[in-house]
T-cell receptor
């Protein structure tokens, strides 16, 4: 079975600074996708970024980018120029042959003004 | 604005009540999902519908009964719930159940069972 591990229950960052959230996963599959979702206090889970395992190029979406290390099974999220609106719970997730999301335990990000 | 609409936003019910949660999407998605989420925990998958057919039931107690009347609507019927069923219930949809098809979530229904 696949597992997703987020080892940082809480992180904080100063506004306008950069922060990196860690995620590791375990799988024997070769074809899969990895996702980062954020969940602000409004409760809605919002897709931040998606990475296909076969693509070597790291995905980027504006201020959000990933460092995908397939051999190390690592998928970290970098948030640049952090904004107050980035404060949320961030979940790393895996989707493979079962076509179901396996979520990590989450990292609560606080942005300090 | 969320493209997946869930009603009600909050629900308080007694253990003998019958209630329903509703979810609607108009993105033409053919897969819809129910998740249960406890505070500060990741969502747990309950049910998956694909092309209006139930494709996954993650050993959910029978007091939870899903229904997919059409491709845009998803209901979750609740009956004889227990206090431990209090949680945030999230609905999601995706274009299909393809490998990389991202899920779009609603704002959830906060359920309290008294």
């Amino acid at each position: 079975a696949q597992t997703v591990t987020q080892s940082q229950p809480e992180m904080s960052v100063q506004e306008a600074e950069t922060v990196t959230l860690s995620c590791t996963y375990d799988t024997s599959e070769s074809d899969y996708y990895l996702f980062w979702y954020k969940q602000p206090p409004s409760r809605q889970m919002i897709l931040v970024i998606r990475q296909e395992a076969y693509k070597q190029q790291n995905a980027t979406e504006n201020r959000f980018s990933v460092n995908f290390q397939k051999a190390a099974k690592s998928f970290s999220l970098k948030i640049s120029d952090s904004q107050l609106g980035d404060a949320a719970m961030y979940f790393c997730a895996y989707s493979g042959s079962a076509r179901q999301l396996t979520f990590g335990s989450g990292t609560q990000l606080t942005v300090l003004p | 604005d969320t493209e997946v609409t869930q009603t009600p936003k909050h629900l308080v019910m007694g253990m003998t009540n019958k209630k329903s949660l509703k979810c609607e999407q108009h993105m033409g998605h053919r897969a819809m999902y129910w998740y249960k989420q406890k505070a500060k925990k990741p969502p747990e998958l309950m049910f998956v519908y694909s092309y209006e057919k139930l494709s996954i039931n993650e050993s959910v107690p029978s007091r939870f009964s899903p229904e997919c009347p059409n491709s845009s609507l998803l209901n979750l019927h609740l009956h004889a719930l227990q206090p431990e069923d209090s949680a945030l219930y999230l609905c999601a949809s995706s274009q299909d159940r393809g490998l990389g098809s991202p899920l779009h979530f609603g704002n959830g229904t906060r359920l309290t069972v008294t």
